[in-house]
């Protein structure tokens, strides 16, 4: 698409995706808005007077309508939410408040008012939820849930397509399957012009301390630095789709450009690695080497698992990295060697 000139109002703009997003499309010569709680001045703060700020509260209909007057967009695109998985499960409320009724006023707020933009919605591969990995986890996940799920159609239900079952594990999750649905429902029922995507994790300079890439990195940090000589972290053995923040964001651009309203789509980088192999790809660009990794709380442990099995299982090349003990389950702490 020639973003020149287009009118684009960005929901979600003084987070990390928002700014990368703004950032890029005023790149590319369009007219850039940004819905900003009253309390932030982020967007001024990122881009000058570039970006036009526009207050306003997704959970109020009322600042939206005002938004959407002021911005007459061509194309929204929907990233404000509350994004963060361990918090939805505090707060589920405000959860579903902020990431569903939110996205219910956007929609809605468009609706009335009669305008016409294309509205992409950043929804999350978390509404995919539970994949079925085996016929053995079947089994367990099955007696846990009985017929809470929808049945696989197939095992194993990878790569995860857009026509998997969604089955949301987390407040967050079903706060976007709902948003989703939503959307979906909006082009079918009213014909907003719609798109959905599922968007894999996306990381980058700039992303929330709290979230595992970020912890990770700050502890690496600290170990450079000499303030700890040790990175403690938890479930280490989730595995993850990353890609870089400005693959997703090239590809919400695309959604707008091309997607079909009312659909849904992937978005991610078809590669998986476990948050384990980002400790140790993260530590041997710091210039470290892991001599030997050991649980804290007694987990069960592999003793000498060799290089080859280490690539199997991770799927990274780890070849300068010797490895005396793998855990698999509970916190672990590495115990590291200056490489040279
Ligand atoms: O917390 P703030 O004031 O900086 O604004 C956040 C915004 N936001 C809201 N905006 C308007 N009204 C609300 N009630 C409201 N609640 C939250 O959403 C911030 O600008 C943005 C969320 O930014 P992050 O937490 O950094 O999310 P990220 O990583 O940029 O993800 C963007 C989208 C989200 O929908 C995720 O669920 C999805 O991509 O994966």
């Given at each position: 698409?020639?973003?020149?000139?287009?009118?684009?109002?960005?929901?979600?703009?003084?987070?990390?995706?928002?700014?990368?997003?703004?950032?890029?499309?005023?790149?590319?010569?369009?007219?850039?808005?940004?819905?900003?709680?009253?309390?932030?001045?982020?967007?001024?703060?990122?881009?000058?007077?570039?970006?036009?700020?526009?207050?306003?509260?997704?959970?109020?209909?009322?600042?939206?309508?005002?938004?959407?007057?002021?911005?007459?967009?061509?194309?929204?695109?929907?990233?404000?939410?509350?994004?963060?998985?361990?918090?939805?499960?505090?707060?589920?409320?405000?959860?579903?408040?902020?990431?569903?009724?939110?996205?219910?006023?956007?929609?809605?707020?468009?609706?009335?008012?009669?305008?016409?933009?294309?509205?992409?919605?950043?929804?999350?591969?978390?509404?995919?939820?539970?994949?079925?990995?085996?016929?053995?986890?079947?089994?367990?996940?099955?007696?846990?849930?009985?017929?809470?799920?929808?049945?696989?159609?197939?095992?194993?239900?990878?790569?995860?397509?857009?026509?998997?079952?969604?089955?949301?594990?987390?407040?967050?999750?079903?706060?976007?399957?709902?948003?989703?649905?939503?959307?979906?429902?909006?082009?079918?029922?009213?014909?907003?012009?719609?798109?959905?995507?599922?968007?894999?994790?996306?990381e980058g300079a700039g992303r929330g301390a709290m979230f595992v890439t970020s912890v990770i990195t700050s502890q690496v940090v600290k170990l450079k630095s000499g303030e700890s000589d040790r990175i403690v972290i938890g479930?280490v053995?989730?595995?993850?789709?990353w890609?870089h923040?400005?693959?997703?964001?090239?590809?919400?651009?695309?959604?707008?450009?091309?997607?079909?309203?009312?659909?849904?789509?992937?978005?991610?980088?078809?590669?998986?690695n476990?948050v384990l192999s980002y400790i140790l790809l993260s530590l041997e660009q710091a210039g470290w080497k892991i001599e030997k990794i050991e649980?804290m709380?007694?987990?069960?442990?592999?003793?000498?698992?060799?290089?080859?099995?280490?690539?199997?299982?991770?799927?990274v090349?780890f070849?300068k990295t010797k490895v005396?003990?793998?855990?698999?389950?509970?916190d672990i702490e590495f115990t590291i060697k200056n490489k040279g």
């Open positions: 698409m020639d973003w020149g000139g287009k009118r684009v109002l960005v929901t979600g703009v003084s987070g990390f995706v928002g700014s990368y997003l703004a950032k890029y499309l005023l790149e590319k010569g369009a007219e850039v808005y940004g819905l900003v709680r009253k309390k932030v001045d982020g967007g001024k703060q990122k881009f000058g007077e570039k970006i036009k700020i526009v207050e306003g509260d997704i959970t109020n209909i009322y600042s939206i309508t005002l938004a959407l007057n002021k911005s007459e967009p061509d194309v929204v695109f929907h990233l404000a939410a509350q994004s963060f998985v361990p918090k939805s499960f505090e707060y589920p409320l405000d959860t579903l408040n902020t990431n569903t009724i939110g996205t219910a006023n956007l929609l809605e707020a468009v609706r009335l008012k009669e305008v016409d933009p294309v509205i992409v919605f950043a929804g999350s591969s978390d509404e995919y939820g539970l994949v079925i990995s085996s016929e053995e986890q079947y089994n367990r996940v099955k007696k846990k849930y009985g017929t809470m799920f929808p049945e696989p159609e197939k095992i194993p239900e990878l790569p995860v397509r857009e026509s998997n079952p969604l089955r949301p594990m987390s407040p967050y999750a079903m706060s976007k399957v709902h948003g989703e649905y939503l959307m979906r429902n909006y082009y079918y029922a009213y014909g907003l012009k719609t798109v959905v995507s599922r968007s894999f994790n996306h479930n053995n989730a595995f993850r789709d890609s923040v400005m693959d997703i964001v090239e590809g919400y651009c695309l959604l707008a450009e091309k997607g079909k309203h009312g659909d849904v789509y992937n978005l991610g980088s078809m590669r998986t476990s649980t709380n007694g987990g069960k442990t592999v003793d000498n698992p060799t290089e080859r099995d280490y690539s199997k299982i991770f799927g090349n070849e005396d003990k793998m855990m698999l389950e509970g």
